[in-house]
Nanobody
Framework: QVQLVESGGGLVQAGGSLRLSCAASGRTFSSYAMGWFRQAPGKERDIVAADSWSGRNTYYADSVKGRFTISRDNAKNTVYLQMNSLKPEDTAVYYC??????????????????WGQGTQVTVSS
């Protein structure tokens, strides 16, 4: 079993930056593909960014390309989402997720095995 705990959310003005962190328990973090999703009120949970277990392959939603960066520190069992040039439409609850089995990049929620509790990101205009 893996537990994921997100942190780093908050309120920021448009154009600002935030860095989300997701700390994972367990000794096999380096073999998990990781992803960041977000869900706004009344909307589906959508992929934001993902990386493969090796970290060599990444995926970004078109809406965040060039603004968000996913990275991981296997020594700290942590994955990050650096968010720059934030826009009001980025407002959502952000979730990190882990996929077992040395997976390549996963972009569908049903491909992930473990989820964090979510952290709220609010971008004011």
């Amino acid at each position: 079993q893996v537990q994921l705990v997100e942190s780093g959310g908050g309120l920021v003005q448009a154009g600002g930056s935030l860095r989300l962190s997701c700390a994972a328990s367990g000794r096999t973090f380096s073999s998990y593909a990781m992803g960041w999703f977000r869900q706004a009120p009344g909307k589906e949970r959508d992929i934001v960014a993902a990386d493969s277990w090796s970290g060599r392959n990444t995926y970004y939603a078109d809406s965040v390309k060039g603004r968000f960066t996913i990275s991981r520190d296997n020594a700290k069992n942590t994955v990050y989402l650096q968010m720059n040039s934030l826009k009001p439409e980025d407002t959502a609850v952000y979730y990190c997720a882990a996929s077992r089995g040395m997976a390549v990049v996963r972009i569908r929620p049903d491909e992930y095995d473990y989820w964090g509790q979510g952290t709220q990101v609010t971008v004011s205009s």
